[in-house]
T-cell receptor, first 115, second 114 residues
Framework: AQTVTQSQPEMSVQEAETVTLSCTYD???????LFWYKQPPSRQMILVIR??????QNATENRFSVNFQKAAKSFSLKISDSQLGDTAMYFC????????????FGQGTRLTINP | KAGVTQTPRYLIKTRGQQVTLSCSPI?????VSWYQQTPGQGLQFLFE???????NKGNFPGRFSGRQFSNSRSEMNVSTLELGDSALYLC?????????????FGEGSRLTVL
């Protein structure tokens, strides 16, 4: 069975600081995607960043970057220069290449950015 | 382009009743999937439809069912409601036929079972 674990239920940092959210996963698949989704208090979930397992280069999207360690099955998210609008639940998610659209989510990390 | 629209946004039911939730995907998206979100269990996959066919189903009892219409709109139904069915039900749509995991979510339907 595929599982995703986020060990930090809550985190809080000051505006403009850098914060790293942790995620580990377990799978026997070799080809898969990993994601970080953000769910702001208004509840609509949006995709933050995506990583394909066959790519060694870590994905980046503006202030968001990941540290993907395939052998360790680790996929952390770094948010640089954090902003108040980054306050949200962050979910790490996994899906194998093959098959239907089905995401396995972690339990989430509630991130609060303080002014 | 309009986003994923879910109706109703909030509803209250009593045990034993049934409920139908609706989801209109982004125009052109043919894959629609449903997730249940609860504080205890987190986000759990219910099922996914593509071109009116259910391609995958999560580990939920048969009381949970769904369907997709020719215009890609989808409905999910929960019969004989239980207290534990109280949750936020999220619908997500995707453009690709292949699995990319890039989903566009609606704001959800908040179901409360009394």
């Amino acid at each position: 069975a595929q599982t995703v674990t986020q060990s930090q239920p809550e985190m809080s940092v000051q505006e403009a600081e850098t914060v790293t959210l942790s995620c580990t996963y377990d799978t026997s698949e070799n080809n898969y995607y990993l994601f970080w989704y953000k769910q702001p208090p208004s509840r609509q979930m949006i995709l933050v960043i995506r990583q394909e397992a066959y790519k060694q280069q870590n994905a980046t999207e503006n202030r968001f970057s990941v540290n993907f360690q395939k052998a360790a099955k680790s996929f952390s998210l770094k948010i640089s220069d954090s902003q108040l609008g980054d306050t949200a639940m962050y979910f790490c998610a996994f899906t194998p290449y093959q098959g239907a659209q089905k995401l396995v989510f972690g339990q989430g990390t509630r991130l609060t950015i303080n002014p | 382009k309009a986003g994923v629209t879910q109706t109703p946004r909030y509803l209250i039911k009593t045990r034993g009743q049934q409920v139908t939730l609706s989801c209109s995907p982004i125009s052109g998206h043919r894959s629609v999937s449903w997730y249940q979100q609860t504080p205890g269990q987190g986000l759990q996959f219910l099922f996914e439809y593509f071109s009116e066919t259910q391609r995958n189903k999560g580990n939920f009892p048969g009381r949970f069912s769904g369907r997709q219409f020719s215009n890609s709109r989808s409905e999910m139904n929960v019969s004989t409601l239980e207290l534990g069915d109280s949750a936020l039900y999220l619908c997500a749509s995707s453009l690709a036929a292949l699995n990319t995991g890039e989903l566009f979510f609606g704001e959800g339907s908040r179901l409360t079972v009394l």
